[in-house]
């Protein structure tokens, strides 16, 4: 799970992803802040939508941690979240900011949220998990 800063309507804002070991987006959110409430928020999300992970890869963030740890202290012994905060475990998601970047730069970011959300959860999703699906029918 990492973030990054996209621009909406002139302002920067945080885009939340979470990948799994695979590289494929598993969710995101757009925030106005970076903060402890965004990143629960993002989890929550996540984990609705996806069930609860055993391992969670996140950066040195203090308030991702700190998510993280609200979520394990409400949890029992064997279904807590591992929180690893090792940096190089994180590159699986710090190098696919490349592709949204990339995607974004051209178009000096968005105009309103809804079109950010849309535009963001094409790219996501589709492009990445049916990519090996697609290179496999055609080969």
Known sequence: MDETYIKLNGCWIYLY????????????????????????????????????PKKVTIDKSGSNKAALDSFNRDASKDEEIEIRQIKYL?????????????????????????????TLSTWSFPCRKNYGVLLRTLL
């Open 17 to 52: 992803r979470a990948v799994d070991k695979l590289g494929d987006t598993v969710d995101f959110l757009l925030r106005a802040k970076r903060d402890a409430v965004a990143a629960k928020v993002f989890f929550k999300k996540a984990f609705k939508e996806n069930g609860r």
């Open 90 to 118: 994180n590159n699986i998601v710090e190098q696919d900011h490349r592709f949204i970047k990339k995607r974004t730069r051209p178009m000096l970011g968005f105009k309103n949220f809804q079109s950010a959300k849309s």
